[in-house]
């Protein structure tokens, strides 16, 4: 299976609910940063170059659930930094699944074997972990030796204890396809619950802004790597709606819905989206409101905007597509992966 059936319910049922209240902007994952600090300085990340002070900071488990009831949005996804650096971590994943959130904790692996006893499985629990590709390619994605190796040991015992585990794959302009599609076959023997890809986009803060993708990059590349998948060569189990790959691939055309996934931290609610740093409001009415957003996005002119591809701003995008009567059969047939 692909996207799990009950998440792609709620989801569903969520999106027509909004609609039928006349809401023309609503959140659909709340991007929940409870720190900045991580154990890893990967060159493509910009979080982690707060100062000090800054990455020094904790959101209480208080201050999350105060944000994901001001939100609303059915999806938590939980990044950093690190979130399981967080002293509260299991407090603030136990609350959210108390409030039957579908949770997907991100990490790089290095602390998830020893951290799983702090946490139940749950089909609202997803720990989601970055792989950016086979062994060599990802340590030095990550800037260390052995990062993959414990990662991947981590998945497998995550799995033996009955956890859902997906993967989070960023794709840079120097990746090869061929290996990309065998990293993809390695990725199935591990028997996840879904596989999510996403080309990078040149966060501004990033060390390394070298390796991101122009759109018309992104799509050639997808195009090049997801050919045995979209042949029906290759059954990966991505997780994902379908019409969000489409996208990727150039076959659809959407603009960014940045308000589809907040981003929520010690600073506030970033303005205007994830992954450009424009300011922080208190309150996420405050952001829903104040913020220009005919500024932002690709049709928008915004140079900042011109080569983002990025899921965050437009997987929402494509779930809200899906709920087009002439769209639902293609979403229907990505949740049952057929």
Known sequence: MAVQLQQALEVGKYIFTQRLKGRKRFPLVLMLEPLFRCNLACSGCGKIQHPTEILKQNLSPEECFAAVEECGAPVVSIPGGEPLLHPQID???????????????????????????????????TFSVHLDG?????????????VFDIAVKAIKVAKAKGFRVTTNTTVFNNADPKEMQEFFDFLEGLNLDGMMISPGYSYEWAPDQESFLKREQTKALFREILAPFRAGKKQWNFNHNPLFLDFLVGEKDYDCTPWGSPSFSVLGWQKPCYLLNEGHYKTFKELLEKTEWEKYGHKSGNPKCADCMVHCGYEPSAATDAMKPGNMGRAISGVLGS
Do not use: M, W
Request: charged fraction near 35%; charge should be positive.
């Open 134 to 146: 086979l062994r060599e390619l990802h340590d030095e994605c990550v800037d260390r030796k052995g």
């Open 91 to 125: 407090e603030i994943v136990k609350g959210l699944v108390a409030r039957k959130k579908f949770v997907y904790l991100c990490t790089n692996g290095l602390l998830l074997e020893k951290s799983l006893d702090k946490f139940e499985p749950s089909p609202y629990l």
